[in-house]
């Protein structure tokens, strides 16, 4: 099964795609040395992300205490409420299966008449005598 971490860094006292230029080769050369699969960068207006695919949990565990890593984590550009770590893929990365489409709306898709008020009669009894 397919192991994922994700690492999200908010910009702060500088951007953190500034953050990325200084760390991000050191990140991807100790995941890679370190049995990732693959990774992925993406770029926010917010900051930056990178999520990283091991083979076991065990590998995604030891990347996450190397040195290296950890010495990038302390560098974030807000070290107080600027950097998420978290196992598995970002929310931005959408499903593994995609949706099914949603069935079209069709009953009860357009406007009812409105009801038309029924209409009661009383009979009266009719007595016929002289």
Not at 57 to 75: G, K, Q, S, T, Y
Not at 92 to 114: F, Q, Y
């Amino acid at each position: 099964m397919d192991q994922w971490l994700s690492i999200e860094i908010f910009d702060g006292a500088f951007p953190a795609s500034s953050w990325r230029r200084a760390h991000g080769d050191n990140l991807t050369e100790a995941a890679i040395t370190n049995g990732a699969l693959r990774w992925e960068w993406h770029e926010h207006r917010w900051g930056v992300v990178i999520e990283v695919e091991f083979t076991t949990e065990n590998d995604r565990d030891h990347f996450r205490e190397l040195p290296a890593v950890i010495a990038a984590l302390d560098a974030v550009p807000d070290p107080v409420s600027g950097l998420l770590v978290y196992p598995g893929r970002g929310g931005g990365s959408g499903a593994r299966i995609p949706r099914r489409p949603r069935p079209r709306p069709v009953a009860g898709a357009a406007a009812r008449p409105e009801p038309i008020d029924e209409v009661y009669v009383q009979l009266a009894r009719l007595s016929l005598t002289p």
